[in-house]
């Protein structure tokens, strides 16, 4: 029997290539350049798998028309906001994602990002480089202490407690945090946190709010011009979930004005586009989407879309199914 065919629209790393070169009839974009949607929509039409990152958009209109090769698409990631799930169903197409092997990793970089922009970590390293520092002084780059703050955390699902274990017991920060079901209060205790009901109640008393939410249309601009006015004054926003949680335009406002005191971001609306207005800005520490960015990560989540697409085409359920 001929190898299922598969397309894997960006490099990989090398050990999940070659996995996947062994068992399947396996085409890389050796490019390494995002398709566009007349490649992704032929990639649908010409293949039985395609194995999608969060950079290849997959709406509705992708799916339309005339009877689609594709069976599975084996997402490489946690994430997959960006394939239209509804349509690839009706298509009875499975999709299948990564959860659990970047819970650490992307917990890491929330808390990189905590401390950078709390401890104007992003300044200082820019001000060594540009060969602008003329030394030490008491009053020079002066940020605020993490110990005995109140960290708020909206959506409390593996990344989010992960986050909320490293901010009490590594740094001694109070935890609450928001979450749309309830939480057994002994769960949330094991990571010293605490549930509460809303997320402005979450908002009012947290120095820092960090968004370990899902993306997509049910949080888009969860955090909004009004949540950002509820924070507390001289709090900070750390994002590390998806960028459409946030709404970029009234972030940036609320930056400028300080009606927050600044921002660490992993993830932007409009990917790899990042405004001018917030690049420009002092108070922001910004990341190139890196939650998930080591060695050991990113090779867990390339064999975890192996392990679902080989189940998937040996007939059995793949362990990782959304849809
Ligand atoms: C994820 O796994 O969701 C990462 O953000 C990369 O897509």
Redesign the pocket.
């Known amino acids: 029997m001929s190898k299922p065919r598969i397309l894997v629209t960006r490099r990989w790393p090398v050990a999940v290539e070659k996995v996947l070169s062994e068992r399947f009839d396996a085409t890389f974009n050796t490019d390494d350049v995002a398709l566009d949607a007349g490649q992704l929509r032929e990639a649908l039409l010409t293949y039985d798998a395609v194995l999608p990152?969060?950079s290849d958009k997959l709406p509705a209109a992708l799916f339309e028309g005339q009877a689609l090769r594709t069976k599975i698409l084996g997402?490489?990631?946690?994430?997959?906001n960006?394939i239209d799930i509804a349509a690839a169903r009706e298509k009875g197409i499975v999709v299948t994602?990564?959860p659990g092997v970047?819970t650490d990793c992307?917990a890491d970089i929330a808390m990189l990002l905590l401390l950078s922009v709390a401890r104007r970590g992003g300044e200082g390293e820019r001000e060594v480089r540009a060969g602008a520092w003329t030394g030490w002084r008491p009053t020079h780059l002066v940020g605020t202490k993490v110990t005995g703050k109140t960290v708020g955390i909206i959506g409390f699902g593996r990344i989010g407690r992960a986050f909320a274990q490293r901010c009490h017991f590594g740094f001694g920060m109070d935890v609450v945090f928001y979450n749309r079901s309830a939480i057994d209060p002994m769960e949330a205790a094991r990571y010293g946190a605490v549930q509460l009901q809303t997320v402005e109640d979450v908002l009012e008393v947290s120095d820092f709010v960090s968004l370990h939410c899902p993306g997509g249309a049910e949080n888009r601009h969860l955090m909004n011009a009004a949540r950002f006015a509820a924070m507390k004054p001289g709090a900070f926003l750390i994002n590390?979930a998806?960028g459409d949680v946030v709404d970029e335009a009234a972030l940036i406002s609320a930056l400028e004005q300080g009606t927050i005191r600044g921002a660490g971001l992993d993830?932007y609306e409009a990917e790899p586009h990042v405004p001018e207005r917030l690049r420009s800005l002092d108070n922001v520490v910004l990341l190139p989407?890196l939650?998930?960015a080591t060695e050991e990560t990113r090779t867990a989540?390339g064999m975890k879309v192996v392990d679902n697409i080989t189940a998937f085409f040996a007939g059995r359920e793949p362990p990782d199914r959304v849809v």
Do not use: A
């Open positions: 990152t969060v997402n490489f990631g946690v994430g997959f960006h994602n990564t970047l992307t590390t998806r993830v989407h939650g998930s989540m």
